[in-house]
């Protein structure tokens, strides 16, 4: 389990992770949260959707230039 190893290394807890899967059905989207994944995204990536949820966790900015960028 990538997410838990991830969020138990030092520095890991404030990562913001999303998974991206083709899994849609009911209980896919539990398991995500369960694995520690912040957010659940599913194939075909709506592109746009990945563009607000990194402005709401980076300040708004342009979603793609990183934190620290400008």
């Known amino acids: ?4 190893r991830l969020r138990a290394a030092p520095g890991g807890a404030p990562l913001l992770l999303v998974a ?5 059905g009911p ?3 539990e ?3 369960a694995a520690r994944f ?6 075909p990536l709506d592109l ?4 607000r949820l990194l ?3 980076f300040g708004g900015g342009d979603a793609a230039s990183p934190p620290g960028a400008r």
């Open 1 to 4: 389990m990538l997410a838990r």
């Open 20 to 24: 991206l899967t083709g899994l849609a």
């Open 27 to 29: 209980g896919d989207r």
């Open 31 to 33: 398991r995500i949260r």
């Open 38 to 43: 912040d957010h659940h995204l599913v194939k």
């Open 48 to 51: 746009a959707g990945l563009e």
């Open 55 to 57: 402005g709401e966790r």
